[in-house]
């Protein structure tokens, strides 16, 4: 019997003690960035990823970026970058990348908000509101008795929201009723991840607004020499009057950054992205600066303005660009580089190259350069061109339509300069962009994806103009695609080799991806569903064949990766004001010449938006090899 008073007595006990202490252990704090992919100026639209990513399933978790694609093609018939290409960082008519919500500029933030919520509330405290308490810390200890802090007031089961200083970090402390409940150590690690080369970097072919077309209206492209009339064509939505007016480029396609035709859907930013929404605690911070038409001479260390004509087109080669941007607004001085990329004379067009360079002691530092270049220095698109003009065209006099027609016999010289150019390369991501020498992996080239080839991996697209229809000039050689697939191997080759010598990583998993999904891939007959439809739609006799153009989706899910002259008309719908086709080129208005762009400089022979994802998914690996190989490092 006395043993039951003692018993009560160590239970009192036991139970002031523990009111008596700090009872940190009695919840949980768990957070995350409120917007962890910064490029995005409002954090819904990096939600909308978020909540897709989420509900991948297991399956689908192993290609993310391509199931997470398919997924919002289906919640968005017209494109998801639709609503988002308009608030981003990027600022067009400066060409710069500037600072959005958040204190700092955009590439050298001072803070970023996070949501926080706690888990593990005793049943007590569920109906309690809580005191949060944030305080500036730079040193991993508890807060120090003065240190400037920040409160919220809130039910305990709710989320609150801090801004935390960056890259310090700051100590979150939560009580109710005078008790504490949890502390926690908050602190972001933001990683700087930069995107050049050239419009399989940039996305192009898939605009961020794709054009829309009339249900009811025509139009027609006039007479091409020795040819046939161009009538009944898909025509855009708009009360324009002709082709090329004011009204009708009005309603043209709209791009992020459309100098250079680049696309929310391109591969390095949907890589980025992702990378993003994998780790709670991690920002990442995008300047991508792939351009359309780029070479590495012409677009990485020279000034290329853009394949589109803009009021202010890239007034820096995307080297600098980037050297700029790592300054985040301080000066990034121009400099005189006389002798050290010409390489001795072999690449002259590099002498005395001026190219800015921020200060070592003031570069933030690149975690990843994505790179994807190469294919315009051997001349691919004028490759394609040779594939698919007849030898006896009239297009194949002018010369193609991308620049001169090239078979695979002219390219064994190209691919030799283009190791020389790769060389030059490697020094200026070293030495003006500051990768260290030893830690050339953070640089991840990515090879181009195989454009002809069939599911046994060893035909390619037969002769015919499946796609392609929608010019009269337009067939596909099945031993010319079979040339260029030549070239392409021996361009894949070389790149490999570049990766290899210099220590980058190389992400290539997709090129066999890609086999039975290039640009013949689709049906002929209307058997397949309406994606998949290769032939053009005209209006004939008053009736849309073999289906109306406004029921176009550019970005469903099909079977081909590439986009076709067809497709591209339909998606991109390039074309140049009117006054300009007559004026330069002296052709008749309504010209067949506008359907040559908007067949071709829309975006033909370039990956679609699922195409992309192919290909970042393909990175992703990669590029988390290499993330988690530095943040090891950094921990000791």
């Given at each position: 019997m006395a043993a039951f008073?003692?018993?009560?007595?160590?239970?009192?006990?036991?139970?002031?003690?523990?009111?008596?202490?700090?009872a940190w252990a009695a919840a949980t704090i768990v957070w995350r960035l409120e917007n962890p992919f910064r490029l995005f100026s409002d954090p819904v639209y990096t939600e909308l990823h978020a909540r897709v990513f989420a509900s991948l399933t297991p399956q689908e978790r192993k290609s993310p970026i391509v199931a997470s694609e398919r997924r919002l093609a289906r919640q968005f018939p017209g494109g998801w970058a639709k609503s988002v290409f308009a608030h981003t960082c990027w600022r067009g008519e400066a060409n710069r990348y500037t600072g959005c919500s958040e204190r700092g500029s955009y590439m050298l933030p001072r803070q970023h908000r996070v949501v926080l919520r706690l888990e593990g509330l005793a049943l007590q405290d569920r109906n309690r509101h809580c005191r949060w308490r944030l305080t500036s810390a730079a040193r991993a200890a508890p807060p120090a008795r003065g240190a400037r802090d920040d409160t919220r007031i809130a039910p305990c089961t709710k989320p609150v929201?801090?801004?935390?200083?960056?890259?310090?970090?700051?100590?979150?402390?939560?009580?109710?009723?005078?008790?504490?409940?949890?502390?926690?150590?908050?602190?972001?690690?933001?990683?700087?991840?930069?995107?050049?080369?050239?419009?399989?970097?940039?996305?192009?072919?898939?605009?961020?607004?794709p054009v829309a077309f009339s249900r009811t209206r025509a139009a027609s492209y006039g007479v091409p020499p020795k040819s046939v009339a161009l009538e009944g064509y898909p025509a855009r939505l708009g009360a324009w009057s002709e082709i090329g007016d004011d009204v009708f480029l009005a309603n043209g396609p709209r791009w992020w950054a459309r100098a250079c035709h680049r696309s929310l859907y391109g591969h390095q930013l949907r890589a980025a992205l992702q990378l993003a929404l994998e780790d709670p605690h991690r920002a990442v911070t995008f300047a991508g600066f792939a351009c359309a038409g780029a070479e590495i001479t012409d677009g990485l260390f020279l000034v290329y303005r853009g394949n589109e004509w803009v009021p202010n087109p890239p007034d820096l080669p995307q080297i600098s660009a980037a050297a700029v941007?790592?300054?985040?607004?301080?000066?990034?001085?121009?400099?005189?580089?006389?002798?050290?990329?010409?390489?001795?004379?072999?690449?002259?067009?590099?002498?005395?190259?001026?190219?800015?360079?921020?200060?070592?002691?003031?570069?933030?530092?690149?975690?990843?350069?994505?790179?994807?270049?190469?294919?315009?220095?051997?001349?691919?698109?004028?490759?394609?061109?040779?594939?698919?003009?007849?030898?006896?065209?009239?297009?194949?006099?002018?010369?193609?339509?991308?620049?001169?027609?090239?078979?695979?016999?002219?390219?064994?010289?190209?691919v030799a300069r283009l190791a020389l150019r790769y060389k030059a390369l490697n020094r200026?991501?070293?030495?003006?962009?500051?990768?260290?020498?030893?830690?050339?992996?953070?640089?991840?080239?990515?090879?181009?994806?195989?454009?002809?080839?069939?599911?046994?991996?060893?035909?390619?697209?037969?002769?015919?103009?499946?796609?392609?229809?929608?010019?009269?000039?337009?067939?596909?050689?099945?031993?010319?695609?079979?040339?260029?697939?030549?070239?392409?191997?021996?361009?894949?080759?070389?790149?490999?080799?570049?990766?290899?010598?210099?220590?980058w990583s190389f992400a290539s998993a997709h090129r066999t991806a890609f086999a039975g999904h290039g640009i013949c891939a689709g049906s002929r007959d209307g058997s397949g569903p309406l994606a998949d439809e290769?032939?053009?739609?005209?209006?004939?006799?008053?009736?849309?064949?073999?289906?109306?153009?406004?029921?176009?989706?550019?970005?469903?899910?099909?079977?081909?990766?590439?986009?076709?002259?067809n497709d591209a008309f339909l998606t991109g719908n390039f074309h140049v004001a009117g006054t300009v086709v007559k004026r330069a080129l002296r052709l008749k208005r309504l010209s067949?010449?506008?359907?040559?762009?908007?067949?071709?400089?829309?975006?033909?022979?370039?990956?679609?938006?699922?195409?992309?994802?192919?290909?970042?998914?393909?990175?992703?690996?990669?590029?988390?090899?290499?993330?988690?190989?530095?943040?090891?490092?950094?921990?000791?």
């Open positions: 008073p003692f018993r009560c007595a160590m239970a009192v006990l036991v139970a002031w003690l523990m009111a008596a202490s700090p929201r801090f801004a935390v200083p960056y890259p310090d970090g700051a100590w979150v402390s939560v009580e109710a009723g005078g008790k504490p409940l949890a502390r926690q150590r908050v602190k972001v690690r933001d990683i700087l991840i930069v995107g050049l080369g050239d419009s399989f970097a940039s996305g192009e072919g898939n605009p961020d607004v941007a790592q300054c985040g607004g301080r000066s990034a001085p121009m400099r005189i580089y006389p002798h050290a990329y010409h390489l001795k004379g072999r690449l002259p067009e590099l002498a005395d190259i001026v190219l800015a360079n921020c200060p070592r002691k003031r570069a933030r530092k690149i975690d990843l350069l994505l790179l994807s270049i190469g294919g315009n220095d051997v001349g691919f698109s004028r490759i394609v061109a040779n594939a698919v003009l007849a030898d006896h065209s009239m297009l194949r006099k002018l010369g193609g339509w991308i620049g001169e027609v090239q078979d695979g016999s002219q390219t064994g010289g190209l200026a991501l070293h030495n003006i962009l500051h990768i260290p020498w030893r830690e050339a992996d953070r640089i991840v080239l990515t090879a181009y994806p195989v454009l002809a080839l069939l599911e046994d991996g060893r035909s390619v697209c037969p002769d015919g103009r499946a796609g392609l229809d929608v010019f009269p000039e337009f067939a596909l050689s099945e031993a010319k695609a079979r040339d260029g697939e030549t070239v392409s191997n021996r361009l894949h080759a070389a790149m490999r080799a570049a990766a290899r010598r210099y220590g290769l032939r053009m739609p005209r209006l004939v006799n008053g009736r849309w064949r073999p289906y109306n153009p406004a029921d176009y989706a550019p970005y469903a899910p099909r079977r081909r990766w590439f986009r076709t002259p067949w010449f506008q359907l040559l762009l908007a067949s071709t400089y829309s975006g033909a022979f370039h990956p679609t938006a699922e195409g992309q994802a192919v290909i970042a998914d393909a990175i992703l690996p990669v590029a988390r090899r290499v993330l988690a190989k530095y943040a090891r490092r950094e921990r000791r």
